[in-house]
């Protein structure tokens, strides 16, 4: 049975912390601390709720006020990383301490912020500030954009996302992602793929409410290197799968295409919740040369109120051959997950090619 992610939070993790601590704090009371860790009621925690207790009784075993208290914390995970090596998802307790106490402290909070995220991401703990005083936390970005440590700047991108999934909203940014867009700029080639990720997720989300803003940096950016145009495919795949027409332009998928889509098959009608289906098809090129092609699937799932829901899974970006034949083969999972839940009924599964549904079959899941 693989193990919970809140166990992360286990002896030998505290073991490691406790070591660390206490070459910072030679005073730091070990067994004081341990016992009010694994508390009475520690077994029935989830894990942010584990991360939380942790982050509460933290105050009470550290020097000073909070800026002595946050540099202790800081220098603590400097000594873990330098023992252990790699990241650790115990380690959230570090930005954690930052946003339940530093909100009065901005100044020392972003500076430590600036040293913990190089271990572990603050991408969370900075959304409070950006709330409080979005002004001056972006300015702070900006500098952190171009920082030596990827890490940083990554954080500089991750961190204003207006939709940053599982994190506290940013109606502002969201309303008027403007701000954002010098910190993206500084970014748009970067060297790391980690940092490029970030960029194209920060465009992915201000494309679900502003798809002219991210269309017209499209036409601004492109071009300009190959690890910026990675970027703005990636940043526009939200409007590729909405098969907005400027968007798929922008990539050489727009215009009619002529293709012929053959012996598109479903496995099976009747589906049973749980099971898989697999599906298969040709499609052939009937341009006169080598052509740029977006090809993938679309299935509509039945929804609880007896409503479709059409959701896009992308099968190939390639360029094809005029008359050759090319045949794709997939398999379709309909086992209930935490993120969809399937619903019996009619349900339809679509060939869409360069945003288009060119072919469609009905299926029954049971």
Known sequence: MASLLKDSFNTQYFSL???ALKKTVPSFREKTFLSQVFSPDWEGKELKERMRHVTLLLPA????????????????LEKIYKTRGGGHLADLIFPDFIEVFGLAHPQESLNAMETITQFISCEFAVRPFLKADQEMVLRKMLEWSEHPHHHVRRFSSEGCRPRLPWAMALPALKKDPAPILPILENLKADSSLFVRKS??????DIAKDHPGVVKELIGKWKG???ETDWIL???SRTLLKKADPEALAFFGWGGKLKTSVTAFK???KKVQIGEEMSFSFNIEMNEKKA???????AVHYMKANGTQSRK????SQTSLEPGKQYTFKRKLSFRDLTTRKHHKGAHQLGIVVNGKEVETLPFILV
């Open 61 to 76: 075993h550290l020097p000073g006020d909070f800026s002595r208290q946050v540099e202790a914390l800081t220098q603590t």
């Open 233 to 235: 495919k990636h940043g």
């Open 17 to 19: 912390f406790c070591s």
């Open 312 to 315: 896009i899974f992308q099968l």
């Open 291 to 297: 052509t740029p092609v977006r090809i993938e699937y």
């Open 224 to 226: 300009y290197s190959p």
């Open 199 to 204: 960029v194209a997720n920060n465009l992915n």
């Open 266 to 268: 479903l496995s099976k």
